[in-house]
């Protein structure tokens, strides 16, 4: 994935975020869907920016950015612990 598809992924889903919000003042769904929905946005956005961020370090390393790939949620969301 390129980065400028990875940005794109991340305006998306920042798109979907705001979207959520909005239909859950309008009533559109309950508070309940709109935080599971917000969670799973969550993890879909650190995993890309933590992808940019490899790729970009691999580039400044001199290395193919296109050898960096998604890492699993469990990872991307567990390094600080």
């Not at 889903?13 to 309950?30: I, P, T």
């Amino acid at each position: 994935m390129k980065e400028e598809d990875i940005l794109a992924r991340i305006d998306g889903f920042v798109g979907e975020e705001q979207d959520l919000r909005e239909r859950l003042q309008r009533g559109e769904l309950s508070q309940g869907e709109e935080q599971r929905r917000l969670r799973d946005l969550e993890v879909a956005l650190d995993q890309c920016w933590d992808l940019l961020r490899r790729r970009r370090a691999r580039i400044d390393a001199g290395e193919n950015p296109d050898d960096a790939g998604v890492r699993p949620p469990d990872e991307v969301e567990g390094y600080l612990q």
